[in-house]
């Protein structure tokens, strides 16, 4: 190689490393759009006092029962994604909601206590967690990932567990679902675990079954992904 020809080399090299921010790859947003048309299951916390030091200062060591969130027939839902994408990486966030007919009942009994507590709580509605993940959309039963908690679809008048004991505990249950699946006209997913947990005062296993059904809504996705 003849020296001339390095200066123009070195010139060459110094403009590719000083080139805009144009060369870069560009971040794409795609939003998805679905109604809900299924949403039922069940959530249940069977529990006791674990018999530490925590449930005896809080006067909890006898207690023991059963808290149980239904819920069916979802109205007016809805979910949407958005997903952005740089070359071949994935990231984004969605929002899952709506109305419902839900129902949380507790039977609750307390040692030395002949008469149990029950209690029964409505609720109109309910959420998931929706997250992107690398190519894979996420969706968690309520509070999944210890966002801030819409509801405490366990919580009663009576002694016991609540939602947030469950995010402690890390026993809510997620699905992936893979990106391109995303694209269907029609999308079936269930939420599912029996899992032990150990969170504040109580100890217990949680169990879920839960099924959705979302269909795509391709109208309301031209409104968001307009211009």
Known sequence: MSNHRVPAIATLLFSLLLAPPALAAKTHTTNYAYRVTKAQGTETATFQGDGTQTCASAGLCGYSGTVTYTFANPRGG??????????????????LEFGADGTTTSN???????????????????TLDVFVSGSRVGFGLHAFNADTLSADYLGTHCAGPTEEDMVAAQVLPAVGIPLSVMKRKRIDFGLHTNLPFHSGPFQGTLKVDADYTLVRDRKAERRLNKG
């Open 108 to 126: 609750v009994t307390e040692a030395g206590v002949a008469q149990p507590c029950t209690d029964t709580v409505k609720h109109r509605g309910d």
């Open 78 to 95: 809805f979910a949407i994604v958005t997903v952005q994408t740089r070359g071949h990486r994935h990231a984004g966030f969605g929002d």
